[in-house]
């Protein structure tokens, strides 16, 4: 009875996206940025909104996010109805459900790794000692035990993602979205975090919706959405395998 309730649980979606449309009013011209968008995500996946500049895959990971109201449509989340949520619903939403990865690592120059870490969970009033207890626990998750007490500025573009990655961990989410999370890192450096996202992600059963422009780093996700003119057109699965050299790339570092 336990395996089947399990089973059933895995089956309920987290994400639902149900006839999603985000229309803009150019002069008389309507500009649809998503035409009828549906899809849902389990709990536990790694997926990715892959497409073109224009596709519309910015602005539905911002639909997502609640950083933006559908012109029409639902969307579905840990069972809420966020497209209803006034502003102030959705910050507490943010708050307490998402981790936000950016392309950008958006850490504060002036802080070290472990206070832009501990930052967000300031603004839940968890005392300083816990919180920098707890950014101390994922900067060693995401490999910077070494690098705690960095600026930002003494740091590379790879390891200041990594910081990103812990700071979005920090606050426990449900969901995790990230935005080209790696577009201003090289070749080596964005495989590592990509794996390293990938295996972060499966050991803590969270869910991370990422969006990208490229079909490479698509690749590292369990499902591929295809965006092309506000429409997803394609769906792909696939299947990873945990390598050596993952695992080596990981002693590594």
């Known amino acids: 009875m336990e395996n089947s309730k399990a089973q059933s649980d895995k089956k309920i979606p987290i994400i639902q996206a149900k006839n999603l449309y985000k229309i803009y009013k150019v002069g008389n011209t309507k500009v649809y940025a998503l035409n009828g968008v549906d899809f849902s995500v389990h709990k536990g996946e790694f997926c990715a909104i892959v497409g073109p500049s224009g596709s519309g895959k910015s602005t539905l990971l911002n639909m997502l996010a609640g950083l933006e109201k559908p012109t029409k449509g639902q969307i579905v989340i840990t069972g809420k109805h966020i497209e209803k949520l006034t502003e102030n619903q959705l910050v507490s939403f943010r708050r307490e459900h998402v981790g936000f990865i950016f392309q950008s690592y958006n850490l504060l120059q002036t802080m070290n ?10 603004f839940r009033g968890i005392p300083r000692k ?4 707890r950014a101390k626990k994922y900067l060693k998750l995401v490999g910077l035990e070494q690098q705690m007490k960095h600026k930002a500025n003494e740091m590379s573009g790879g390891q200041q993602q990594r910081v990103g990655i812990a700071r979005a961990l920090a606050v426990n989410p449900q969901i995790i979205f990230a935005d080209e999370p790696t577009g201003n890192l090289d070749s080596k450096t964005t495989k590592e975090i990509l794996t390293l996202m990938r295996k972060i992600v499966r050991e803590q059963n969270q869910t991370l919706i990422m969006v990208t422009h490229d079909t490479y780093i698509a690749g590292f996700a369990d499902r591929q959405f295809h965006i092309v003119d506000g429409k997803i057109v394609k769906i792909e699965e696939q299947q990873h395998v945990e390598t050596e050299e993952d695992h080596g790339d990981e002693e590594e570092r």
Not at 113 to 122: F, G, Q, T
């Open 113 to 122: 790794a472990v206070e832009n870490v501990a930052l967000p969970l300031s």
């Open 130 to 133: 816990i919180r920098n207890q």
